[in-house]
């Protein structure tokens, strides 16, 4: 009789590779609920958690197995799978049959002898999710995936090999993610949730968090370090909705008017904002894959419009060259260099003039764009704990750039000289 095959010890293998989970881990790693939905803080230990999960079962006894590694983006994947990597070359490295850290793929030599393949998969485009059944799937940064891809996509990759499912993220709202995550909390028996902000890990300093609570806005620190789910806390932009009442107006004589501009790179679109004097959204161009020449004359014409509206563009990158040519064609142009910290600065005053309703969009239905873009755009933190903004997975942020520059524009007023980055442009 062919000996019995002897059971997978995971946390043997976590012992013999050095792993020591903290508390809050090992819970994890000792439950097995087919759905595990990690809600918790920044510098808690998901990512080393995840890896560590999908780097076991990959080396489970098996013929063959697949799993996945997915994420709103490729690098926010390739987060977890280049921890599974880097433990697979210092304790596996025997076991390693294949790896590719470009195209994303890891084969391993299983503990049966048979092949386990890992694959980091970016969930920005439904169609590069397709494909054959999964034996266990790991989603990093859950919450800012759209909803749709999971229940559509990534769960149904599941079923027919009866594969399990391990959810990490910090909360971010309450949305789809939070509903798995109250699905674990007794609601579905195939579910199991756990909530932890980042102090729970014991290796982390609690004092030091605390001073990020004076660096950070309240609900950031509630979200991204408490682990709170906050209704309507990743957004940046409050009463948008309130302020969409507005029609588009023809320019009026003796009005002065500033625009900002956001040119398009590759496949981003390039928009123009044209604001009046009252913080009226009055006019709006937005188009991409068109040729330079022809950017630039809609560009112009429409300022020229405007009674010869003061514009403010993101000089960065492209931008640079285009600001040249409209300052050569004798518009009234502004630069305004991107930083982490003068991106912050425009988007904040744009929060704030929302905040103080001083701005009018347009209806949705006149340009849904817009509306749609700032009430996508969300805030987080970066895994240093640094705080940023931008558009999630899927959206663009071309419109909220452009309106941000031109309030800033609105706010230095027609007299006074335009900023750049820090230092003040002669015009």
Same mark, same amino acid.
Request: aromatic share 10%; net charge negative.
């Given at each position: ?18 792993? &020591? ?15 595990? +939905?990690?809600?918790?803080? +920044? ?19 098996? $013929? ?50 048979? /092949? ?13 999710? %397709? ?24 769960s ?8 399990? @499912? ?40 609690r ?20 682990? &709170? ?20 107006? $023809?320019?009026e004589?003796?009005v002065i008017?500033? @625009?900002? %501009? ?6 981003d ?5 044209? #604001?009046?004097?009252k ?12 040729d ?19 514009? #403010?563009?993101?000089s960065?990158?492209?931008? $640079?060259?285009?600001?040249?040519? #409209? ?20 988007i ?16 949705r ?5 817009? +509306?749609?873009?700032m ?6 933190? /970066? ?5 940023? /903004? ?13 309106? @941000?520059?031109? @309030? ?10 335009? #900023? +750049?980055?820090?230092? &003040?442009?002669?015009?």
């Amino acid at each position: 009789m062919p000996e019995p095959r002897r059971r997978f010890d995971k946390h043997k293998f976590f012992e013999d590779l050095g792993y &020591e989970p903290h508390p809050g881990q090992l819970e994890i790693h000792l439950d097995d609920h087919p759905r595990r +939905v990690v809600a918790c803080g +920044v510098r808690w230990g998901k990512t080393l958690c995840a890896a560590m999960e999908g780097l076991a079962a990959a080396m489970a006894p098996s $013929e063959r197995s697949i799993g996945w590694v997915a994420a709103p983006t490729y690098d926010l994947a390739n987060k977890v799978f280049r921890e599974i990597v880097l433990q697979a070359h210092q304790h596996l490295r025997h076991r390693v049959v294949k790896v590719s850290e470009s195209s994303g793929t890891l084969v391993l030599r299983n503990m049966a002898g048979g /092949t386990s393949e890992i694959r980091a998969k970016s969930a920005d485009n439904a169609v590069s999710l %397709l494909g054959e059944g999964l034996d266990w799937l790991i989603i990093d940064e859950a919450s800012r995936l759209k909803p749709d891809i999971w229940q559509s996509h990534l769960s149904q990759r599941l079923i027919d090999r009866k594969g399990w @499912a391990l959810l990490i993220s910090t909360p971010n709202g309450k949305g789809y993610f939070h509903e798995l995550y109250m699905r674990g909390q007794g609601r579905d028996p195939a579910y199991r949730s756990w909530n932890n902000p980042s102090w729970t890990n014991p290796l982390l300093d609690r004092d030091l968090i605390e001073a990020q609570r004076l660096q950070v806005p309240e609900r950031v620190f509630r979200q991204e370090y408490g682990a &709170e789910f906050i209704e309507g806390a990743g957004a940046v932009f409050r009463y948008v909705q309130e302020a969409a009442t507005g029609e588009w107006r $023809e320019p009026e004589k003796g009005v002065i008017y500033f @625009a900002g %501009l956001d040119i398009g790179k590759s496949i981003d679109y390039t928009v123009i904002v044209i #604001l009046d004097e009252k913080g009226h959204v009055v006019a709006v161009d937005r188009f991409n894959g068109i040729d330079w020449p022809v950017q630039f004359a809609r560009v112009q014409a429409l300022t020229r419009r405007f009674n010869d509206a003061k514009v #403010l563009i993101d000089s960065t990158g492209v931008g $640079e060259p285009f600001y040249q040519a #409209l300052e050569r064609a004798g518009c009234r142009v502004g630069a305004y260099l991107f930083s982490n910290r003068s991106k912050a600065d425009v988007i904040h005053h744009l929060a704030l003039k929302l905040e103080q309703r001083d701005l009018v969009l347009p209806r949705r239905e006149l340009f849904p764009e817009l +509306v749609d873009e700032m009430e996508a755009f969300e805030y987080s933190l /970066t895994e240093h704990g640094n705080y940023r /903004t931008g558009a999630p997975s899927g959206y663009h942020d071309d419109c909220v750039i452009a309106l @941000a520059l031109a @309030a800033w524009a609105l706010k230095k007023g027609d007299d006074g000289p335009l #900023l +750049v980055a820090g230092a &003040e442009l002669i015009e």
